[in-house]
């Protein structure tokens, strides 16, 4: 069975400065793993998505992800954050089969920014 | 239309009462997912939509859930009997292909009093 990490349930970081936000996965296959991001009373918007293409995967609003397979991890950066990142981010994995692309997701990691 | 559109947004409904949430998907997206949103349990998958069947039903929590869609669209969840732990947000999203991700609606925030 698929699972996600998500290490921090709460991270706080200032304007300008990286966010890092964690997520391992396991997988019994290659999976495809997914960022999402969810702003207050709002549904979740696709930030990015490692479908087994370039490791190093870039998404929206300037946040990308790396894909590593040894370490097992898909961690979510951002080299400045800004005020409007604030939201919730989850970290998904595919249980990708016969086209159902059921996802399971982590726990979610709350994002706050300090002015 | 352009996005997943949920409704309604929000209901409150009396315990044993039964509910209905409508989820119309993005045109053209023949995949379709509902997921539960609560507190004490995160983002759990309900069932999958393939055009009209539903191929997995496994997440559906008892028999007091059903859903079904209709000409390929618009998708209904139904709760009987509603209980106060189905008070949750209930989110649709609908998908192109395999590997591209989701779009996801709103939501739909049940509480059950």
């Known amino acids: 069975a698929q699972s996600v990490t998500q290490l921090g349930s709460h991270v706080s970081v200032s304007e300008g400065a990286l966010v890092l936000l964690r997520c391992n996965y396991s997988s019994s296959v290659p999976p495809y793993l997914f960022w999402y991001v969810q702003y207050p009373n709002q549904g979740l918007q696709l930030l990015l998505k490692?479908?087994?293409?370039?490791?190093l995967v870039k998404g929206i609003n300037g946040f990308e992800a790396e894909f590593k397979k040894s370490e097992t991890s898909f961690h979510l950066t951002k080299p400045s954050a800004h005020m409007s990142d604030a939201a919730e981010y989850f970290c998904?994995?595919?249980?990708?089969?016969?086209?159902?692309?059921?996802?399971?997701f982590g726990t979610g990691t709350r994002l706050t920014i300090i002015p | 239309g352009a996005g997943v559109s949920q409704s309604p947004s929000n209901k409150v409904t009396e315990k044993g009462k039964d509910v209905e949430l409508r989820c119309d998907p993005i045109?053209?997206?023949?995949?379709l997912y509902w997921y539960r949103q609560s507190l004490g349990q995160g983002l759990e998958f309900l069932i999958y939509?393939?055009?009209?069947?539903?191929?997995?039903k496994s997440g559906l929590p008892s028999d007091r859930f059903s859903a079904e869609r209709t000409g390929g669209s618009v998708s209904t969840l139904t709760i009987q009997r509603t209980q106060q732990e189905d008070s949750a947000v209930y989110l649709c999203?609908?998908?192109?292909?395999?590997?591209?991700?989701?779009?996801f609606g709103s939501g739909t925030r049940l509480t059950v009093v």
């Open positions: 998904a994995v595919s249980d990708f089969n016969f086209g159902n692309e059921k996802l399971t």
């Open positions: 045109s053209g997206h023949t995949a």
């Open positions: 490692y479908t087994s293409a370039a490791t």
């Open positions: 939509f393939q055009g009209n069947s539903a191929p997995d």
């Open positions: 999203a609908s998908s192109l292909r395999q590997g591209f991700g989701y779009t």
